[in-house]
């Protein structure tokens, strides 16, 4: 399997990847690769001088999942090297087939992530209403979550309904998931906040709840309300990948 | 990538050559971000891309030339650029896109 190849079964099964390329330096070393696995394996074709230290680099990238160039110094002389990475899409799960929910998906589509909607009830979570989504998942929340979420995963819950919304929100704020939302207005939220605190849910854990759901761009429609809702996701990402970065050393920093 | 693999599948089973450009180092403000990609084929055809429509002209053909000699190049778009009258960034920032043959 060539560096291509691979790269494009990672892409296919969803697996992160790192793939540096000599861009800049001495002409025989020009567009060589290093790979570098998920498990910390690496291999390819760049001069021995380099692929330690590539090696470390492309390891520290993958981790936050950055893309860049950096310049290394050799006998040869300054070379710069670019390194790539691949990662999973990101994942939203909608809870709650609603209209909202529709929009919402379609969003999300359009911004390349993969979408699930979990909802037990099977007249609002149809293929029809959500020809979008990646996956249909016709189940309780707090049943699914727990095995559907990473810390590359952002929840909305939208249900409305307590029954079905407050597990959901127990289930994803106790998730490493980077997001949680969870639909209402101020005064549905305060006595959402007080449901769960009374189940015993820590301060702290109830601080991550982004409620109400959105950023405040004054929206009416129920598309106008899925966009605030994609754009405080999107700025949520923005600001961990922000944090991530700058734990990278300065001089090595995509 | 993502965006490119569709189109770069469909050219290998014809059994067309590709490069593939991609923008590996911005300065200043660009259109596209660092990984942005750009496909072309030995059959002349191209997708994806590397700015906002700019740059792609010149990048394609430095793509057919490196299907001809099978050898990487890294190329500089920007306003400092000699070339800037004819493919100058509109939004003033400088990218570097490396072009490379698909094995």
Known sequence: MNWFERVREAIRKEEPLAVATVVRGPEAWLGAKWVVEPTGDGWGSVHPELDRRVQELAQRYLAIGHSGTVSLPTPEGEVEVYIETYVPAPLLIIVGGTHIGIALAAIAKVLGWRVYLVDPRRTFATPERFPHVDRLIHAWPDEVLPHLITARTAVAVLTHDPKLDDPAVIAALQSPAFYVGALGSRKTNARRLERLRRKGIPEETLARLHAPIGLNIGARTPEEIALSIMAEIVAEQSRLRQAARATVPEEVRP | ?103
């Open chain 2, 1 to 103: 990538m993502r965006e490119v693999l569709e189109a770069i599948e469909r050219w290998k089973g014809r059994g067309e050559q590709v490069a593939l450009a991609t923008v590996v180092k911005v300065i200043g403000s660009a259109p596209r971000d660092v990984g942005a990609k750009m496909a072309v084929s030995s059959g002349g055809e191209m997708a994806g891309s590397v700015s906002g429509g700019c740059v792609e002209g010149a990048v394609f053909e430095i793509a057919q030339e490196v299907l001809r000699t099978g050898r990487p190049r890294l190329v500089r778009f920007g306003i400092s650029d000699e070339m800037a009258w004819d493919v100058g960034l509109a939004c003033g920032g400088t990218i570097e896109v490396f072009v490379e043959p698909l094995p």
